[in-house]
């Protein structure tokens, strides 16, 4: 019995280190800047290019300024 609960613990704590891992370690990117990058990467591998992303347009909300 303790032979199989000491081998499910070290399952677990391995499952969860590997699940811990995954991702990148960085902010996340707007789809306008994700768009910037898939062209370039496009770009990079001579692949045909996507469409160019329009530039968001920036709404000004009157409370921006106070968050």
Do not use: H, W
Request: with cysteine; proline share 10%.
């Amino acid at each position: 019995m303790t032979g199989s609960r000491i081998l499910v613990t070290l399952t677990l704590l391995a499952a969860m280190a590997a699940v811990t891992a995954c991702g990148r370690k960085a902010g996340l990117d707007t789809p306008y800047e994700a768009a910037i990058q898939a062209r370039k990467d496009a770009e990079k591998a001579n692949q045909p290019l996507p469409p160019e992303p329009e530039k968001p347009v920036r709404d000004k909300f009157i409370l921006d300024p106070l968050i």
